[in-house]
C-alpha cells in the first residue's frame, strides 16, 4: 500500500505549522522530511506521524524545554 502524499496545506491543518514556517524549514534543513515530484512538494503522511509522535509531551506550560 503507498503512503499517502500530503500537501503543505494539509500539514498545516495537521500540525498547526504554518506554510511559511514548513518553506523555512525546507530550506533549512529541518522539520518533517519532503519529496518533490515535479515543481511539487509533498509528505508522506508516515513522515508527519513520525515527526509529531517524536515531539515531546507535556503536562504544564510552565515545564521548561528539554536540554
Do not use: N, W
Not at 504554518?18 to 512538494?41: N, Y
Amino acid at each position: 500500500m503507498l503512503d499517502p502524499l500530503l500537501s503543505d496545506r494539509d500539514v498545516e491543518t495537521i500540525t498547526g505549522r504554518a506554510r511559511s514556517t514548513l518553506q523555512k524549514d525546507r530550506v533549512t534543513g529541518v522539520g518533517i522530511p519532503f519529496v518533490r515530484i515535479g515543481h511539487l512538494v509533498r509528505y508522506r503522511q508516515s513522515d508527519v506521524a513520525a515527526f509529531l509522535a517524536s515531539l515531546q509531551s507535556h503536562r504544564s506550560t510552565s515545564e521548561g524545554e528539554a536540554a
